[in-house]
Nanobody, 128 residues
Framework: QVHLVESGGGLVQTGGSLRLSCVASGRSIGNYGTAWFRQAPGKERQFVAAISWSGGGSDYADSVQGRFTISRDNDMRTVYLQMNALKPEDTATYYC?????????????????????WGRGTQVTVSS
């Protein structure tokens, strides 16, 4: 079973920064996609960003464009989400998700249904 573990969440003030990490285990490296989603209490899960397995392509939600950056480590098993200029609206549980190898996740990277494996989440709280 593929296992994803997120880390790096915490409490920051408006305008601050955090870097989230997602480490994958139990799977082979291949042409899959990895994404970050977030969910606040009482709200639907929201797409944040996605990246190809090679790190050569990425996609962002309009709400985080220009503030967040998704990237992969050289080992291609770790994905990061650098979050700058944080706002209270960014407060949520952030989840790492990964598609199966050979999937067409890139046709609709913002769809949670495109991802087969999910982490358990890390909490990000931005105070005003």
């Amino acid at each position: 079973q593929v296992h994803l573990v997120e880390s790096g969440g915490g409490l920051v003030q408006t305008g601050g920064s955090l870097r989230l990490s997602c480490v994958a285990s139990g799977r082979s490296i291949g042409n899959y996609g990895t994404a970050w989603f977030r969910q606040a209490p009482g709200k639907e899960r929201q797409f944040v960003a996605a990246i190809s397995w090679s790190g050569g392509g990425s996609d962002y939600a309009d709400s985080v464009q220009g503030r967040f950056t998704i990237s992969r480590d050289n080992d291609m098993r770790t994905v990061y989400l650098q979050m700058n200029a944080l706002k209270p609206e960014d407060t949520a549980t952030y989840y790492c998700a990964s598609s199966a190898v050979g999937s067409t996740w890139y046709l609709d990277p913002s769809s949670s249904g495109k991802y087969d494996y999910w982490g358990r989440g890390t909490q990000v709280t931005v105070s005003s």
